[in-house]
């Protein structure tokens, strides 16, 4: 009820508002934001008019957005073609093992749990926005070819392996991440 209420709220000053743009850091889902969003660096831009997709373009820049992010907390080796297995592998041997040999990421961001679960939460949120458009969005918003389907799947599960690296012994990471993969066509 009280996230009805707030989404209410939200919506409400986001429509008097015409002339402001907006811009949300997603704590929990507000149902009527889905269709407005898109990503904006570590958070999402609440678009004026629903998006009917995102574009080619939009998914490139957070791709390379996310990638450089990463990057600086966990090193250069999280990429396209990464496996879960190679990031579970990564996961046991730096956050169970402390064993940071070979690894070029910040230290400081492997020992700051609360880090983790922020940016882990961060990405995790675009990754939501992503499965959304892919599996329980109305037609509208849906990819409109394979290629558009491909493409976003790709990148959902991409920021998913990645919300996942940055941390992941978070139950949200996975959970989305599995009704992702169990939703795939």
């Not at 230290?107 to 609360?114: M, P």
């Not at 394979?146 to 012994?169: H, I, K």
């Amino acid at each position: 009820a009280v996230m009805a209420i707030n989404g209410l709220v939200a919506k409400t000053i986001f429509e008097h508002n015409p002339k402001n743009q907006f811009y949300v850091e997603e704590s929990f889902p507000l149902d009527w934001m889905y269709p407005y969003l898109r990503p904006y660096g570590i958070i999402m831009k609440i678009n004026r008019q629903p998006l009917a997709e995102l574009s080619p373009e939009v998914l490139q820049r957070d791709h390379q957005y996310w990638s450089q992010y990463c990057k600086r907390f966990l090193g250069d080796w999280l990429k396209d073609d990464t496996s879960i297995k190679q990031i579970t592998e990564f996961v046991e041997k730096v956050y169970l093992r402390h064993d940071f040999q070979g690894f070029t990421g910040d230290r400081r961001f492997i020992r700051d749990d609360q880090a983790q679960k922020a940016f882990s939460k961060l990405r995790n949120s675009i990754g939501g926005i992503y499965a959304w458009r892919l599996t329980q969005a109305p037609a509208a918003y849906r990819p409109k070819t394979e290629a558009g389907y491909q493409r976003l799947m790709r990148e959902a599960d991409f920021a998913f392996r990645q919300s996942f690296a940055l941390c992941p012994y978070s139950p949200e990471v996975i959970s989305r991440y599995v009704n992702l993969l169990l939703a795939e066509r």
